[in-house]
């Protein structure tokens, strides 16, 4: 994991080498190429116009991640994202089943199922298992990003994560019933 | 710690925000319980294969190259760079800054790409295995991957050189399919990578590229849709000579 950074520096020193990442999770919010390009683009303007804003010394990766997610709350697609309820309780840290590890499940499916899975999630599941897992930030960076607390970012982590594994487990089932069939 | 309580907490291990105080705890607890340290490898498992599934959309070149005109259009109009001249500066320091973030991006892709093939080269030698079509005939090679791949490619004859043809493979870059030629030369080892340049030749700019890491060295080109890579431990000059070979021949 990595630590979280409190950095310094130009803005063409501090972005630069987030600019590929910050357009794989522009995609995993859009879902959509050209979607997350104008993301990115207008997140990279928004940041440049508010450097002035950032205090040096700060975690630069979570304040830039939250222009961009913020920038996709308030674009066409995060309004439509935001309408949806979240309905469920945020406090509840799902436990994770004793018994045989079903989470092998998962690194057993090939790297197109595990990312259908992904893409399935509701956006605010998909979102903290992305900064987490792919973009290994921390619960704290996490946090700061969505602007959420960090209990929230563990329930949805856990939540997400079951839902990925209980889809994963149909998706297997599925494949066996149909393979039986031929 | 009981097996209830390691399961509240496997979540914040595999994610690395155990405190260390009961990180101890949990790590004697797993190299006694088969069960608990099956679950806990089963979600760091889960962990590394969600990243390697989802680490999978990269910026297109255009993507790139767009970004800066698109800064540009959104400078301020002339008249205030006239009166300004501050703020003139500071518009052409951002479409720089975003230029550079394009090439900057671009490097960084290519040392991973590097990396990637100097990887597959290595572990290629390691392996008992190393080429699924043994052959030293470029006319037996070269078939063998048809319909393996999407793309064709040309071989040069290696009879009157020093090179000798080993055989071949089919080789992944990330997500791409491409083709792994293992050369022989005196007792050195030399793999030819060929990938097709779309859609990830953004990474990969159209000059020849030379690069010396870890002592293995390494020669890449574009040539007709085709990004080629010759790596090998033996002296950057025969990397060099069989690069020339195969580019000789990618032009008939």
Same mark, same amino acid.
């Given at each position: 994991m990595a630590d979280i950074q409190n950095e310094s520096g130009t803005f063409e020193e501090l972005a630069t080498p987030l600019f590929a990442r910050l357009y794989n999770f522009a995609y995993w919010l859009t879902q959509d190429r050209s979607e997350a390009?104008?993301?990115?683009?207008? *997140?990279?303007?928004?940041?440049?116009?508010?450097?002035?804003?950032? #205090?040096?010394g700060t975690n630069f990766r979570a304040w830039i991640y939250r222009i961009l997610k913020n920038t996709y709350l308030t674009s066409r697609l995060g309004l439509r994202v935001a309408t949806l309820s979240l309905d469920d309780d945020d406090s509840v840290v799902e436990p994770i089943a004793n018994g045989t590890p079903e989470s092998i499940l998962i690194s057993s499916f090939d790297q197109q199922? %595990? &990312? *259908?899975? /992904?893409?399935?999630?509701?956006?605010?599941? &998909?979102?903290?298992?992305? /900064?987490?897992?792919?973009?290994?930030?921390?619960?704290?960076? %996490? *946090?700061?990003?969505?602007?959420?607390?960090?209990?929230?970012?563990?329930? #949805? /982590?856990? #939540?997400? &994560?079951?839902?990925? &594994?209980?889809?994963?487990k149909d998706a297997s089932i599925r494949s066996a019933s149909r393979s039986n069939l031929k | 710690m009981t097996c209830d309580e390691l399961h509240g907490k496997l979540m914040r291990y595999v994610d690395s925000e155990l405190p260390a105080s009961e990180l101890v705890e949990f790590e004697s607890h797993v190299r006694i319980c088969a069960a608990c340290a099956a679950q806990a490898l089963g979600l760091l498992q889960t962990k590394t294969a969600i990243r390697a599934a989802a680490?999978?959309?990269?910026?297109?070149?255009?993507?790139?190259?767009?970004?800066?005109?698109?800064?540009?259009?959104?400078?301020?109009?002339?008249?205030?760079?006239?009166?300004?001249?501050?703020? +003139?500066?500071?518009v052409v320091a951002a479409v720089l800054l975003l230029a550079s973030v394009t090439l900057v991006v671009d490097r960084s892709g290519r040392e991973r790409e590097f990396t990637e093939i100097a990887d597959l080269h290595v572990a290629t030698l390691a392996s008992s295995n190393p080429v699924d079509v043994v052959s030293t005939d470029k006319h037996t090679v070269k078939p063998w991957f048809a319909g393996k791949l999407p !793309?064709? !490619?040309?071989?040069?004859?290696?009879?009157?050189?020093?090179?000798?043809?080993?055989?071949?493979?089919? +080789?992944?870059?990330?997500?791409?399919?491409? +083709?792994?030629?293992?050369?022989?030369?005196?007792?050195?080892?030399?793999?030819? !990578?060929?990938?097709?340049?779309?859609?990830?030749g953004y990474l990969l700019p159209h000059e020849t590229i030379t690069s010396t890491r870890l002592g293995l060295h390494m020669e890449s080109w574009s040539e007709d849709g085709l990004r080629y890579f010759v790596v090998s431990d033996a002296p950057a000059s025969d990397v060099h000579d069989l690069s020339a070979l195969l580019r000789k021949a990618a032009r008939p």
């Open positions: 390009e104008d993301l990115v683009q207008e *997140a990279y303007v928004k940041a440049l116009k508010g450097f002035g804003s950032y #205090r040096q199922a %595990i &990312r *259908a899975a /992904l893409e399935g999630l509701p956006v605010h599941y &998909r979102e903290v298992i992305v /900064l987490c897992d792919v973009e290994e930030m921390t619960y704290q960076e %996490i *946090a700061e990003t969505l602007t959420v607390p960090i209990g929230t970012v563990m329930s #949805r /982590l856990s #939540r997400g &994560r079951k839902t990925m &594994r209980e889809s994963l | 680490t999978c959309y990269v910026p297109s070149r255009e993507f790139c190259l767009r970004v800066e005109p698109s800064i540009r259009a959104r400078s301020k109009p002339r008249w205030l760079t006239m009166r300004l001249p501050g703020l +003139a500066l500071a !793309f064709s !490619f040309n071989l040069p004859e290696l009879q009157n050189s020093d090179f000798k043809l080993e055989g071949g493979r089919v +080789a992944y870059l990330e997500r791409d399919s491409g +083709a792994q030629l293992l050369v022989s030369l005196r007792k050195h080892q030399l793999s030819v !990578f060929i990938f097709k340049t779309e859609p990830r």
